[in-house]
């Protein structure tokens, strides 16, 4: 997320981005846009392939430089050569990086400008994968990127989610341009540090680490039979369970009452209401980051019956509502145990954007998750969802992806918040 705040220590640095032929090279001249606004200097280097996507002229416009395309172009040899271009970079990018760029950068091939440039470097080299889920899984490809990692070279994503193909989903969309954005700001405020110490999600990055949720609604009692609920499926914060645990978190996962199974490698508390989901935090904690994605319920009935309250008896019974307790704000503001990373979730019907910032205040988290829920989203109780991520340097928007997407894409933010030791991720 950009920083408004003072100048940054990334101004006046130059990226050189090479271009893959992918149908994510469109998001590049987004890319090159975000880096502008944080004034690092963008050289384009496009592939022939690159070229049947988007055109050096619309790149250039973007970056306002003259677009690189040709080993063999005097012209451009002239200008500046591929060993200069590779070494006045200070950081290069490859985006997309296409399942045929990545192989030949593992073969060392250098037939082409890009491919030259990416073997005479001796900088640090961050590639954006982008593909075909079964291309990205594919054993060839799953060997290449090994050799890349071994080499020191760094990646980011891809995403999961649903291809440009249409009915394809999986592990190949590439990162978003703001992510890209951030991850080449990282890589450039700290040149000296280990590629993999930048990468969102290796596996084991949470290694060590207690990640903390909560999830689910509450159900409050009126009495034995009957309760106040919501309508809360619990699968945003099941899927933040499952995908920290995925990246080697030890995860604890106090839920309310939901019909979903306990993710693999996790520890489940059950409880029913929110007094006894905050007796499971307590007990849970500490923990180096907390998500709170449990939809509580606000109020309890004040004297909940402890025997069935009859029809008739003393016509229709009024219900006394007192205060839940505020499991999120109880944690952010107990400075002796609060986690390093504390996440809430704003789940609001309208002024989304206004509500969710005001309650990242009132609460005293760091993070909010904020999310339209009002009936016409289908959001609430629904498998997908469309957040506003919101922290104390700004908003990022994602689109709209699957909950398991979402959780992927917070949980690779949090490893990356606790490695880095960033505010602004
Ligand atoms: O105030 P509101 O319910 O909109 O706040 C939502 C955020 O606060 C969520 O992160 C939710 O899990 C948390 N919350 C809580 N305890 C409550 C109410 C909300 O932890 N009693």
Redesign the pocket.
């Given at each position: 997320m950009h920083s408004n705040s003072g100048p940054s220590p990334v101004t006046d640095k130059t990226i050189l981005l090479i271009i893959g032929g992918g149908i994510a090279a469109y998001k590049c001249l987004d890319l090159i846009r975000r880096l502008r606004e944080r004034k690092i200097r963008t050289r384009v280097v496009m592939t022939a392939a690159a070229q049947r996507f988007i055109t050096p002229l619309s790149a250039g416009a973007i970056s306002g430089e003259r677009v690189l395309t040709d080993l063999f172009n005097l012209d451009d040899e002239r200008e500046i050569g591929h060993i200069r271009l590779s070494r006045e970079a200070d950081l290069i990018v490859v985006a997309p990086a296409t399942a045929d760029l990545i192989a030949k950068m593992a073969g060392g091939h250098a037939d082409d400008l890009a491919t030259a440039v990416l073997l005479a470097t001796d900088k640090p080299v961050l590639i954006a994968p982008a593909m075909n889920p079964r291309m990205w899984l594919h054993p060839a490809t799953r060997r290449n990127v090994a050799m890349l990692q071994a080499d020191g070279i760094a990646i980011i994503g891809p995403n999961s989610g649903e291809m440009a193909e249409r009915g394809e989903a999986g592990p190949g969309r590439m990162a978003e341009p703001l992510e890209i954005a951030a991850r080449i700001e990282a890589m450039l405020a700290n040149p000296t540090l280990d590629p993999a110490a930048t990468a969102p999600t290796p596996r084991g990055s949470l290694s060590g680490r207690h990640v903390l949720v909560?999830a689910g609604p509450t159900h409050e009692p009126i009495d034995p039979v009957r309760y106040i609920a919501n309508r809360s499926s619990g699968r945003q914060g099941y899927a933040i369970a499952a995908a920290a645990a995925q990246l080697g978190a030890r995860v604890t996962l106090v839920s309310g009452p939901v019909e979903l199974a306990d993710p693999a490698g996790v520890k489940v508390v059950r409880v029913q209401t929110?007094a006894e989901m905050l007796a499971a935090v307590d007990i849970a904690l500490p923990a180096d980051a907390a998500v709170?994605?449990?939809?509580?319920?606000?109020w309890r009935v004040a004297d909940a019956a402890t025997e069935k309250i009859k029809k008739g008896k003393g016509g229709t019974p009024s219900l006394s509502l007192i205060e839940?307790?505020?499991?999120?704000?109880t944690v952010a503001r107990r400075a002796e145990i609060r986690p390093a990373l504390v996440v809430?979730?704003?789940?609001e019907t309208e002024r989304v954007l206004e509500h969710a910032r005001a309650?990242r205040k009132s609460?005293g988290c760091d993070w909010i998750v904020a999310n339209d829920v009002s009936p016409q989203t289908g959001i609430m109780g629904g498998t997908r969802n469309t957040v506003h991520v919101i922290t104390a340097d700004g908003v990022e928007s994602w689109p709209e992806m699957a909950k398991d997407a979402v959780a992927e894409k917070l949980v690779a933010r949090i490893a990356e918040h606790l490695v880095l030791g960033q505010a602004d991720v």
């Open positions: 909560t929110a709170f994605a449990a939809a509580v319920a606000d839940n307790p505020d499991i999120l704000k809430g979730f704003a789940a309650k609460k």
